[in-house]
Nanobody
Framework: QLQASGGGLVQAGGSLRLSCAAS????????VGWYRQAPGKQRELVAR???????TYADFVKGRFTISRDNIKKTLYLEMTGLKPEDTAVYFC????????WGRGTQVTVSS
């Protein structure tokens, strides 16, 4: 089970920190990441972090967002800075270990 939190309304240029708490024993060996889906658009990868902490970022967030994980707390984070109106979307956390698992998502709204 994945529970995302930390979304909200912020002005352009502002910051938010998303968290995703996981249950179960496989978090530390799983690939985890953040995706987002804006209205009328497909879900897209934002950032991913492997069990060895190797990270991958979508080009549109490089230099602005930072993904991290705490394997003891079984929590995934996304530090978002320099937010833009086009970052407005529902953000979902994802865990992959043999299967894909999705959290419910948290709304991020960036006003201009």
């Amino acid at each position: 089970q994945l529970q995302a939190s930390g979304g909200g309304l912020v002005q352009a240029g502002g910051s938010l920190r998303l968290s995703c708490a996981a249950s179960g024993s496989m978090f530390r060996v799983s690939k985890v990441g953040w995706y987002r889906q804006a209205p009328g658009k497909q879900r897209e990868l934002v950032a991913r972090i492997l069990s060895d902490h190797t990270t991958t970022y979508a080009d549109f967030v490089k230099g602005r967002f930072t993904i991290s994980r705490d394997n003891i707390k079984k929590t995934l984070y996304l530090e978002m800075t320099g937010l833009k109106p086009e970052d407005t979307a529902v953000y979902f956390c994802n865990l992959y270990y043999r299967y894909d698992f999705w959290g419910r998502g948290t709304q991020v709204t960036v006003s201009s």
